[in-house]
């Protein structure tokens, strides 16, 4: 269900030697793994008989015992719907390969065999096997297996009704080229590490950055399983360490550092897989260019032509971040947030450097406009600039509270400049006595005249004082159209445009947090404190905030959700909404979600139109907006096919 595919890494005990025991405790595992509903179950290296075997490969007792658990698991599968991979030696015409057995439903559907041979150090592989490299009989790489022809070699994709995933062994991984690179050029999505890694000082950490790199360069999920402790200690030790990653990332990992006899799953997402294939053409210029390799890649049906239903997951045990936007860890969110201020104000700077222009800054005591202040206020620090070249202009209105109004000339005193204070009621109520509109009226003429008359006075001011307007817009509002047209749409350079409204107030808190401007650590505070409001509706009778965004357009969190989704992967209303009603189970009820995503995907269509002559602005993460990168969208698409697909769920 929405390429949900649900995997398990398993590391049975073992002992050396002795198959039947090692079967046994490998059924066990896929017993439970079959439990919890699971599409493939992989095992280690050589697991069938132990790794650790050494010269007792070169008896036929223990390979015919051997061959013997295979057939006795293929016998097992029969009434089991998940994939078996399973270690264990090969001898064929001759030769012993070290392979991967692949088993489903009563079938052995393929042997994937071991290309690269450690040979050095504490390893002696090719003292007892021959590498997939060097096959060259039978001349079609097969062999009969129960009365029918099972493909083995190192150039097999496997295929479960449109999964797609190959095997690699151990080693594999650590060539300077590896053959899952070339399985991923030929159309595998994900790729098995079946292995058998001892454990030395640092070598976790290594094996770690390999997998990940391997998952990010082939864009694709890599899961890895090794053997663990229950190997023969006469001079390794095994530590059973197993990862599941995607696309460069770590979905999940074994936690003890010796471990053994445990079984780890989780659900994959080959959703974005599939769109990042889609998008990255370096990707696609690969396949082509390496279809020399991956012309030869041979595609194994694993059903065998047999229908067979397989368990439906809906992404159950896959981790999903209710803030995609924000790290999870207070450590990696500070660090995060002080690379995007960073990235802000280099922006900011190369312009001020270019244009020899003052920053100016609307400043309203809300979070956007105090973001781009600190930007600012940054860039003239960077430029060896005076605090008092920052041009920094309040301007009340009929929605402006005491709190933001205060907070607002406070930040601007901290930081060392001199507020502007231009009231702009009475050129408002001007305006719409020309227009002949009423004062009593309170509608989007009334609230787009403020945000006009502002955007008019920091434009005739930057005119007047050789300035810049730096912009204040956020990416939620762009996404949401949530700005008023030629008003605070409008600016000479945004520095927020790709910052999204869930993550500016830990960029405003990371400021105090790493002390970047200290003298102005309390009013931040209070400003990350107040209410998300474009304050130009009439406080209430106590003089605070009336007006509040997210009463309005919905809570931004859940926006926010939303527009990572589409724009990241490109995923569909209702796979986005399965997401958003596990994420948000206990914040919001389903009807809420819908409402939201409806009002959502009906605003971020029909307010493209601002978004095509957007200010310039830096891209600060995988989400942006910007007509010249990341969205070539029409200002005048149809909505109609989303919100019907919304109106039916």
């Not at 030696?89 to 042997?111: D, T």
């Not at 990042?276 to 030869?296: E, P, Y």
Request: charged letters at 25%; aromatic letters at 10%; hydrophobic letters at 40%.
């Amino acid at each position: 269900m929405f390429d949900f595919y649900r995997v398990s890494a398993a590391v049975p005990d073992v002992r050396v030697g002795d198959t039947e025991y090692n079967v046994e405790k490998i059924i066990e595992k896929i017993e439970k793994s079959e439990r919890y509903e699971a599409h493939v179950i992989a095992f280690p290296e050589l697991c069938i008989t132990g790794y650790t075997c050494q010269d007792l490969f070169f008896d036929d007792t223990l390979i015919a015992r051997s061959d013997a658990a295979i057939d006795k698991l293929v016998k097992y599968s029969e009434n089991i719907k998940q994939v078996i991979v399973v270690g264990a030696p090969s001898k064929i015409e001759g030769h012993l390969y070290n392979a991967a057995y692949v088993i489903f439903a009563g079938r052995l559907c393929g042997i994937s065999v071991k290309t690269f041979l450690p040979n050095y150090n504490e390893f002696y592989e090719k003292r007892w096997f021959d590498s997939a490299a060097d096959i060259t009989v039978p001349a079609d790489k097969t062999i009969f297996y129960k009365g029918y022809k099972i493909p083995f070699g190192n150039d097999i994709i496997y295929d479960l009704n449109g999964f797609k995933f190959a095997i690699e062994i151990c080693e594999d991984l650590w060539a300077p080229i590896n053959p899952g690179t070339y399985y991923a050029l030929g159309g595998a999505e994900f790729i098995i590490n079946i292995s058998a890694s001892n454990e030395v000082i640092a070598k976790r950490e290594y094996r770690r950055s390999l997998v990940l790199d391997a998952s990010a360069r082939g864009i694709c999920n890599y899961l890895y399983v090794s053997a663990g402790s229950s190997e023969s200690t006469q001079d390794l030790i095994f530590s059973g360490h197993s990862m599941l990653a995607e696309n460069g990332s770590m979905l999940n990992e074994n936690t003890d550092f010796i471990a053994n006899d445990y079984l780890m799953m989780a659900d994959i997402d080959l959703g974005r897989i599939r769109s990042d294939r889609i998008k990255n053409k370096t990707f696609t210029d690969a396949v082509t260019l390496n279809k020399a390799f991956t012309g030869q890649m041979r595609t194994v049906d694993v059903t065998g032509g047999r229908k067979i239903k397989l368990p439906d997951s809906d992404g159950k045990y896959y981790i999903i971040n209710k803030h995609p936007f924000i790290p999870s860890s207070k450590v990696k969110r500070l660090k995060r947030c002080n690379e995007i201020f960073d990235m802000q104000v280099g922006g900011l700077v190369k312009r001020l450097r270019v244009t020899g222009c003052k920053p100016i800054v609307g400043v309203s005591g809300g979070m956007d406009s105090t973001l781009a202040l600190l930007v600012a206020a940054k860039a003239l620090k960077v430029l060896d600039k005076p605090a008092t070249d920052l041009i920094a202009i309040t301007m009340p209105a009929f929605g402006t509270t005491g709190r933001t109004y205060n907070n607002s000339l406070t930040l601007i005193k901290a930081l060392g400049a001199e507020p502007i204070i231009i009231d702009i009621k009475d050129a408002c109520i001007q305006h719409l006595k020309d227009l002949g509109h009423s004062m009593d009226v309170k509608d989007i003429t009334y609230e787009n005249t403020q945000a006009r008359e502002r955007t008019q006075i920091l434009m005739d001011y930057a005119n007047m004082a050789n300035g810049l307007v730096v912009g204040t817009g956020d990416l939620s509002e762009l996404a949401l159209g949530w700005c008023t047209y030629n008003g605070d749409q409008m600016s000479m350079y945004g520095v927020n445009g790709s910052i999204p409204k869930t993550l500016v107030k830990w960029m405003i808190d990371s400021v105090v947090e790493n002390s970047i401007f200290p003298e102005c650590s309390e009013v931040l505070k209070d400003i990350i404190d107040t209410p998300i409001s474009p304050e130009l509706l009439p406080p209430d009778e106590n003089g605070n905030i009336s007006q509040k965004t997210e009463d309005s357009v919905g809570p931004y969190e859940l926006h926010d959700f939303f527009l990572y989704y589409l724009m990241r992967f490109g995923y569909s209303p209702s796979k986005i909404y399965l997401l958003a009603g596990r994420a948000f189970d206990n914040d919001y009820s389903k009807e809420e979600i819908l409402k939201w995503m409806k009002m959502f995907y009906r605003r971020f269509f029909s307010q493209q139109y601002k978004r095509s002559c957007m200010p310039d602005c830096v891209k600060v993460g995988s989400v942006a907006l910007s007509p010249r990168g990341d969205l070539r969208m029409p200002s005048d698409a149809a909505s109609s096919i989303w919100l019907n697909e919304i109106e039916k769920l």
